[in-house]
């Protein structure tokens, strides 16, 4: 398609559950990344693909954050054990494949932890 | 370590106004600064700058980088209520796949 698009819009959860985020990413182009918004502060980088393959995972927290792109599928992001201070707007983005490129974002999944 | 620092933080002006925002840069094997408008939702793109010196320009909003002194400016002409949102930069490194985006100026435009 020709926007990024991310699901749920935005998901509560309970601390301690599980929480899973997905993005579509623009057909046809090759790299994803995820960031961290809390209530509209800084974007926080957490990680970014290359098709499926990790590209940069400097920004990602190690214990309970995970990802995936597979092949034919949406891109995730996973929570486990969620926390209060996990609450924030989680955007996805996309960008074609070589060059000095535009991140197009998508609307971003709100994530709410009580 | 790279780093991005927006000033100001925070403006309010009035309908009509001009305002200048200011980012600087400290990029490691710098390529590109992206200028990006996130009102209430998803950023949405504004500009890409990879050239010294060389305006771009659409509309009331135009922007110019100067890769000597590692800055940008974006620049806003007559000011309307639409234009209130948090205005973004976000420098690229060489291989133009690292985004580090700066704390963001709010901007408010007041009627």
């Known amino acids: 398609g020709e926007e990024v698009a991310q699901t749920p819009k935005h998901l509560v959860r309970g601390e301690g559950q599980k929480a899973k985020l997905y993005c579509a990413p623009i057909k046809g182009h090759s790299y994803v990344f995820w960031y961290q918004q809390v209530l509209k502060n800084e974007f926080k980088f957490l990680i970014s693909?290359?098709?499926?393959?990790?590209?940069?995972e400097t920004g990602m927290p190690k214990e309970r954050f995970s990802a995936k792109c597979l092949p034919n599928s949406p891109c995730s992001l996973e929570i486990q054990a969620t926390k209060l201070e996990d609450s924030a707007v989680y955007f996805c983005?996309?960008?074609?494949?070589?060059?000095?490129?535009?991140?197009?974002f998508g609307a971003g999944s709100r994530l709410t932890v009580l | 370590e790279d780093k991005v620092v927006q000033s100001p933080l925070s403006l309010v002006v009035h309908e009509g106004d001009t305002v200048t925002l200011n980012c600087s840069y400290e990029v490691t094997n710098f390529r590109s600064l992206l200028w990006y408008k996130q009102e209430k939702k998803a950023p949405t793109f504004l500009f890409m700058l990879t050239s010294s010196g060389i305006e771009k320009k659409s509309g009331r909003l135009s922007s110019i980088l100067d890769k000597k002194e590692l800055f940008s400016i974006l620049n806003i002409t007559a000011t309307q209520t639409g234009d209130s949102a948090v205005y973004l930069c976000a420098p690229t490194d060489n291989y133009g796949q690292n985004f580090v985006f700066g704390p963001g100026t709010r901007l408010s435009v007041l009627p």
């Open positions: 983005a996309s960008s074609p494949h070589t060059g000095a490129n535009v991140l197009t």
């Open positions: 693909f290359q098709n499926e393959n990790v590209f940069d």
